[in-house]
């Protein structure tokens, strides 16, 4: 599998604007390794395996997986 595209609602892309620059180069890092096999990362929210929470690279996100689309949407960021 070649991977997800990842997409950011506006708000999660706000929230990644604002990180500092080095954690913002290492969160990229780590969401292109989460895109490869997004399940394989954080846990279900409330039950909901597409619907996921994570710690990439010291920011807590939530995430929402399309699978028949191989999209993943960032929907929240918050820096640790």
């Not at 604007?17 to 954690?23: D, E, F, K, N, S």
């Not at 690279?57 to 929402?64: K, N, P, Q, R, S």
């Amino acid at each position: 599998m070649s991977g997800y595209y990842v997409q950011y609602l506006d708000r999660a892309r706000g929230e990644h604007g604002a990180l500092p620059a080095v954690t913002r180069r290492g969160f990229d890092r780590a969401v292109a390794d989460m895109a490869r096999d997004p399940h394989a990362h954080g846990a279900a929210i409330r039950g909901d395996k597409d619907r996921r929470s994570a710690c990439l690279a010291g920011v807590i996100t939530e995430y929402e997986i399309s699978r028949d689309v191989l999209v993943v949407t960032m929907l929240k960021l918050v820096s640790i």
